[in-house]
């Protein structure tokens, strides 16, 4: 049996990613060595900035990506929601795995819900797309940039910086951080970002061996919904950094059906634009495109477009 080197970033939340990965990998095939590489990526290093504000997509992938097609590592394990919609020539996605929350937590040392926050509160995050949909809720609270990793994020709540934080429910859960969580917040009034929650494997589209081991790994269902839900978000021309939230689910009474709910938001809260469609399974991208350009109708590209000039 092979061994098969796995691309990391380094922070608490990856390396559980990446020891997952392992731990499935090993689970359907005992034989096998895997290793973890771990390596700094540029969102990593650049704590400072809102990513909105660093530009360029994939701050926390490329150099895990240039590692496999150097031959330094064979998969990389990403968080879905950090993962461009294109792959470098040469590689490609293999696998996602099955999903875990995809909501946004409410964590605070203060309050249990949004709802209770008085005006003037501050509140923690620097995603375009948890502000616009918090502002369009709350207009009378204050957004203050949140960066860091999931650990650092904390420290900052607890040191009094702010009076409550965003923080996606699955990084928490991942990190036994889940006491740490007052309340969740429902799609209907926080919509997921395309992607969360979910983790994927990248690898080298020429090679088949790991291809074949990695198989066993995908969870169909999660892999659709996340299709879907990246269609509409590419169709948009947004990554993580812009306010656009994309949540597929399984169609409560048609099982062959998918769910998909789109939004995009001006930053300041102040309009945000919805909208909801039904596809088949089997067709994902399709319905993506469908909700994509039904947004676009509705004024999306103007909204998007007036971000990148930021
Ligand atoms: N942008 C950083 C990032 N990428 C993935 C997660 C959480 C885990 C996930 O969504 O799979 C987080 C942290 C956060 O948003 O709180």
New binding site residues.
Partial sequence: MPTIRIATRRSP?ALW?AEFVRAELLRHHPDLTVELVPFVTK?DKILDTP?AKIGGKGL?VKELEVAMLEGEADIAVH????VPAEFPEGLKLAVICD??N?T??FVSNIYNRIDEVPSGAIIGTS?LR?QCQIKALRPDIEIKTLRG??GT?LQKLDDGDYDAI???????T?LDLNYRIKSEIAPEILL??A?????GIECRSDDEATLNLLAPLNHKLTAARVRAERALSHALEGG?QVPIGAFAELSPDNQSELRLRGLVGEVDGSRLLRFEHFGSLLEPEKLGIVVAEALKEQGATAIIQALQDI
Avoid at 79 to 82: A, F, T
């Fill in positions: 939340l990613q969102g990513l926390f968080s879905m929601k950090d999903r875990e995809p946004d937590a995603s948890r990793n999931v994020r965003i923080l996606a429910t699955a990084g928490l991942r997921p970002a992607g969360q929650g979910a983790v993580c």
